[in-house]
């Protein structure tokens, strides 16, 4: 069974992400298939959050939403947050990771 998460905002690239999602996936050993299910479904939902992120966040708004995709034995939990301002803890985190 393969499950993760990722967290996204206004200003992740969904190309990149969608790189990473393949990199676990193959690194967990999931089929082929599966792969391209889990990162069209990704795809499909994390692309417009981010148009409407980077809108909402310029506006003042924000916007939190969190979804679960995958299929049999295969989980990808998506957490997105736009205009929401970050805990110190994730500003550090996200100094490590260099985003």
């Known amino acids: 069974m393969f499950q ?9 690239d969904p190309e990149i992400a969608l790189g990473q999602l393949r990199a676990r996936c193959e690194a967990a050993g999931v089929a082929a298939p599966a792969i391209e299910m889990l990162t069209a479904q990704l795809s499909d939902i994390l692309t417009p ?9 310029a506006q003042g708004s924000q916007l939190s939403v969190t979804r679960d995709i995958g299929d049999d034995g295969h989980k990808v ?11 110190g803890w994730r500003k550090f985190l996200d100094r490590l990771r260099g985003s």
């Open 4 to 12: 993760t998460t990722f967290h996204a905002d206004e200003n992740t």
């Open 49 to 57: 959050l981010v148009l409407n992120g980077k809108k909402l966040a």
């Open 77 to 87: 939990k998506l957490v997105f947050g736009s205009g929401i301002p970050k805990s």
